[in-house]
DNA sequence: AGCGTCCGGTCGATGGCGTCCACGGACGAG
DNA sequence: CTCGTCCGTGGACGCCATCGACCGGACGCT
């Protein structure tokens, strides 16, 4: 996990589909090398994965919530995650400090989709109140931003 | 936007490096059709990016915390918008219905950093108070969920 | 110092891919 | 019917992905 390695997570995180030519072009290695630092960031999972950001109105869910919840004592944290999980609708799933212990991000096409999930997490043991806002719209999501140490410099000659 | 086009959106949002060839075979259409539609969406923003995802703690962004702002009156959303958005470590910024007036998901490396970062947003014109919680967890994130009408089927005959 | 080994790089080759262009069928309007 | 538009196909050509062989510096042992 050198300064390349960073300067490549980084073009990858603004254009996930670059081709490795260009990667290489631009850390000033060969394209196999580019090929082979990558494999390794993919199998130690630094790199999860590369997905299409999609904007959601588009593929009918136009809906965002955000659900708080109490958790109540005397229930597994792991087995309250295993049911959130079994909702394809939640999007991200935290476990949090404080007074709620998760917050799930749902994403949804009409409210009464999520006036049904709100229904189904409360049916969850363990579950002892929800708390859910709605966003009302979204100023930016997913940015990515600079690491703390500055990418490597493609060591000119 | 039919059955294709989404058919497209949700393998790239599993896996946004498949190459046009390999959509086009799953999709049952030649690889410069697959361009074309990939163009088209992405041209109308419904592909909005492709973006490596990346561990956060392997680029040293191990802290994730939720701050939740309550608004003052008398302020423009947009302009407490562009101040959030100089902020980079915020990474995602949601306007709410209820009490509290902003989502804001920040990303960064320690709690003194948090500490900081706070102290700004605090000195946003707007910003009456915030409320903060970190992540002690994260279960998963950013799960890509299916559309709400079957994708194609690539028409076989 | 001399040597073996490992790691990470380059180079070369080849099969497949990206992408441009010209062409053609389906379909609706006049 | 005729035309225009949309959306697809196929061919061509240059670039890319990817594998294997080789190379050189760093390091530890004798």
Redesign the interface.
């Known amino acids: 996990?050198d300064a390349i390695d960073?300067t490549l997570?980084e073009l990858?995180?603004?254009?996930?589909?670059l081709s490795y030519a260009e990667l290489a072009r631009q850390v000033g290695l060969s394209p196999p090398s580019v090929h082979d630092r990558l494999g390794k960031l993919e199998s130690t999972?630094?790199?999860?994965?590369?997905?299409?950001?999609?904007?959601p109105e588009?593929?009918?869910?136009g809906v965002?919530a955000?659900i708080m919840i109490v958790q109540e004592p005397g229930h597994e944290i792991e087995d309250m995650?295993i049911r959130?999980?079994q909702q394809?609708?939640?999007?991200?799933?935290?476990?949090?400090?404080?007074h709620?212990s998760f917050?799930l991000i749902a994403?949804l096409?009409t409210i009464a989709e999520l006036e049904q999930l709100i229904g189904r997490i409360n049916r969850v043991p363990g579950v002892a109140s929800t708390r859910t806002?709605?966003?009302?719209?979204?100023?930016?999501?997913?940015?990515?931003?600079?690491?703390?140490?500055p990418p490597a410099a493609a060591t000119p000659g």
Chains 1, 2 share one sequence.
């Open positions: 996990m960073r997570i990858l995180r603004d254009n996930a589909r999972g630094v790199i999860k994965a590369y997905r299409a950001d999609v904007d588009a593929i009918g869910l965002t955000m995650t959130f999980r394809p609708e939640i999007e991200s799933c935290y476990f949090m400090a404080g709620e917050l994403r096409g806002t709605i966003a009302l719209s979204t100023k930016w999501e997913q940015r990515p931003q600079p690491h703390r140490k």
